[in-house]
Nanobody, 124 residues
Framework: QVQLVESGGGLVQAGGSLRLSCAAS????????MGWFRQAPGKEREFVAG????????QYADSVKGRFTISRDNAKRTVFVQMNSLKPEDTAVYYC?????????????????WGQGTQVTVSS
């Protein structure tokens, strides 16, 4: 079992920044690929960013490339996403998830454990 708890969401003005954290507990975290997804009202859940176990491989959705950075601290069993230059269209509930694949995939089907989500609201 893996438990994931996100934090760091909130309300921010367009152009601002937020850093989301996802703390993992349970089985081994250090060998797991992790990802961030988001879901806006009325829309499907979409991939945001992913990172492999060592942090040597990352992947981003085109919509966030150059603005978001995913990272991890295995000693603290935590994965982060630094979100800069936020836009109103980034407003969503953000979820972290664990994947059994060795490299981060973009499909939600690649991930088996999910956190409860944290709300990010970007005002214009």
């Amino acid at each position: 079992q893996v438990q994931l708890v996100e934090s760091g969401g909130g309300l921010v003005q367009a152009g601002g920044s937020l850093r989301l954290s996802c703390a993992a507990s349970g089985r081994t975290f250090n060998s797991d690929t992790m990802g961030w997804f988001r879901q806006a009202p009325g829309k499907e859940r979409e991939f945001v960013a992913g990172i492999n176990w060592s942090g040597s491989r990352t992947q981003y959705a085109d919509s966030v490339k150059g603005r978001f950075t995913i990272s991890r601290d295995n000693a603290k069993r935590t994965v982060f996403v630094q979100m800069n230059s936020l836009k109103p269209e980034d407003t969503a509930v953000y979820y972290c998830a664990r994947s059994w694949y060795s490299l981060p995939g973009t499909s939600a089907d690649d991930y088996d454990y999910w956190g409860q989500g944290t709300q990010v609201t970007v005002s214009s």
